[in-house]
Nanobody, 120 residues
Framework: QVQLVESGGGLVQAGGSLRLSCAAS????????MGWYRQAPGKQRELVAT???????NYEDSVKGRFTISRNNAENMCYLQMNNLKPEDTAVYYC??????????????WGRGTQVTVSS
């Protein structure tokens, strides 16, 4: 079992920045892929960004150029730096970890989420 705890959410004005952190514990050796998803009210949970243990990254189109995902394997941490935030980025952000990117959504471990609210 992998436990994930997110932090760093909050209220920010449009154009501002936030940095989300995800701390992983438990069966860390089973983790290869980590990532961030978000869910806005009334919408499905969607992928924001993923990163492999080797550092390969992938981003949802609307956040490219604004968000940066990174990880520190030695400290079992994953980060999401969010710049130039927009009101449409408002959502609960969830950390996810899995053995492979392909199985993250359906079989990965999830944190409880952290709220990000962007005011216009």
């Amino acid at each position: 079992q992998v436990q994930l705890v997110e932090s760093g959410g909050g209220l920010v004005q449009a154009g501002g920045s936030l940095r989300l952190s995800c701390a992983a514990s438990g069966s860390i050796s089973s983790i290869s892929a980590m990532g961030w998803y978000r869910q806005a009210p009334g919408k499905q949970r969607e992928l924001v960004a993923t990163i492999t243990s080797g550092g390969s990254t992938n981003y949802e189109d609307s956040v490219k150029g604004r968000f940066t995902i990174s990880r520190n394997n030695a400290e079992n941490m994953c980060y999401l730096q969010m710049n130039n935030l927009k009101p449409e980025d408002t959502a609960v952000y969830y950390c996810n970890a899995a053995a492979h990117i392909e199985i993250m959504y359906n079989y990965g471990s999830w944190g409880r989420g952290t709220q990000v609210t962007v005011s216009s």
